[in-house]
């Protein structure tokens, strides 16, 4: 069985404070910090234990989870494991980077969010450089409102070419896009039209809850982090009796480690083996990109 499990504990805190994040600046106590390490550790011994099968593990905590170690010997573990394919986390890259030393970086990717207003971007950069000479295949890329417009295009500019940097698109009317303002972050990110869409879900063929799963820290499975629908138990002796095709049963979906699965959008060619980190393949860039868009606006 080939299975990509997206894990995200009960971790929460975060070491920036973004103001639309409900998250930052949060802290956690002690025993928090104590059962998150506690579910890590159960869920790690877990894929240990799937010798049978090729796992992909995606971290996507609500919070920042690179400035613990716990996560970064996670990471360094994980990608000595045989059956392991691929571990990959979501950070906003502010932890120290001694630890890749530990890790197979080839099985290693890391998707970077860069927010302007915590770090500065000579910073970022050197910390993407850091990764670069590391080996690691990482994607770069920030929250597009307006007002981030003109640092977005500077680190477009001074990131290397080769560097993918996406634009998330604000979807919940805090930030309204223009035609000019969709313009211009499809100049800097090609895919922005892509992530920019609410796309259709409902009833369509979608990989979550078959190959892919969302799992909390007390290892409730379920087919994707938006529909809190449980599948059951991943410790469950019988839980892989649960994993089947799933038509989705939401109206869109609008999140890219979301709508990345469903299978009529073909984003699995954009991104092959990259799909994790958020890293396009570049021979299918221009095709890929052709294909989602039009498949979306028909659909």
């Known amino acids: 069985m080939k299975l990509t499990v997206l894990y995200r504990g009960p971790l929460s805190g ?5 103001e639309y994040c409900p998250f930052g600046k949060w802290k956690q106590s002690e025993e928090e910090l104590t059962k998150d390490r506690a579910d890590l550790e159960r869920f790690l011994q877990w894929v240990e234990s799937r010798t049978q099968d090729t796992v992909s593990v995606f971290f996507t905590p609500w919070g920042e989870a690179l ?15 045989p059956h392991v394919e691929r571990a990959a986390v979501q950070t906003n890259l502010s932890c120290r980077l001694d630890w890749l030393t530990e890790c197979r970086t080839e099985k290693l ?17 050197a910390q993407c450089e850091r990764l670069s000479e590391h080996g690691v295949r990482h994607s770069a890329g920030m929250v597009g409102f307006r007002r981030f417009a003109d640092e977005a295009e500077a680190l477009r500019r001074e990131l290397p070419e080769d560097t993918y940097l996406w634009i998330n698109a604000v979807k919940d009317g805090l930030d309204a896009y223009t035609p000019e303002d969709v313009e211009r972050f499809t100049r800097i ?23 892919v799963l969302s799992v909390d820290g007390d290892g409730t499975a379920y087919r994707c982090h938006f529909i809190k629908e449980p599948l059951g138990n991943l410790y469950a ?15 869109t979906c609008g999140c890219h480690i979301g709508y990345v699965h469903l299978e009529y959008l073909e984003l699995d060619r954009v991104f092959g083996s990259g799909l994790l980190e958020r890293v396009p393949t ?6 890929g990109l052709q294909r989602s868009a039009s498949r979306s606006s028909q659909s």
């Open 14 to 18: 975060c070491n920036y404070g973004c």
């Open 189 to 211: 990110d090609p895919l922005f039209p892509v992530n920019n869409t609410r796309h259709p879900s409902r009833g369509r063929a979608c990989r979550g809850g078959e190959s």
């Open 67 to 81: 400035i613990w170690p716990w996560y970064q010997q996670a990471l360094a573990r994980l990608t000595h494991l």
């Open 282 to 287: 570049t021979r299918l860039w221009s095709g």
């Open 237 to 251: 002796p019988d839980f892989d009796a649960a994993l089947k095709p799933r038509p989705c049963s939401k109206d």
């Open 109 to 125: 990717g890391i998707w970077a969010t860069y927010h302007p207003e915590w770090m500065k971007r000579s910073r970022f950069l």
